[in-house]
């Protein structure tokens, strides 16, 4: 399995961004997706989750600001990211919940996609 991110760049304060993660493989099922951050010299911080039925949960720091959806049929997972801040500067990664048509549970990261917001 694997998990590739995309969407990230250069943005100014008040901007937008959508991240987009698409998992590959042997997939059978897809359980939770997260988009996680990492800014530089802090710890990975979780930014929002969804679970397979489109329950979602969010960071304070994001809530109201960014919207994390799925589509259960191309297994993909996005960020819609609006009034970005100068502190949402970070290198934001997808993680996956998923069980292979082995029926083996596997969880793992994508590579990564960098947001940076000007102020």
């Known amino acids: 399995v694997q998990l590739q991110a995309f969407g990230g760049g250069l943005v100014q304060a008040g901007g937008s961004l959508r991240l987009s993660c698409a998992a590959s493989g042997i997939i059978f099922n897809i359980n939770r997706m997260t988009w996680y951050r990492q800014a530089p010299g802090k710890e990975r911080e979780l930014v929002a989750g969804?679970?397979?039925?489109?329950?979602?949960n969010y960071a304070d720091s994001v809530k109201g600001r960014f919207t994390i959806s799925r589509d259960n049929v191309k297994n993909t997972v996005n960020l819609q990211m609006s009034d970005l801040k100068p502190e949402d500067t970070a290198k934001y990664y997808c993680n996956a919940d998923v069980i292979t048509l082995k029926h083996s549970q596997w969880i793992g990261w994508g590579q990564g996609t960098q947001v940076t917001v000007s102020s």
């Open positions: 969804i679970n397979k039925g489109g329950i979602t």
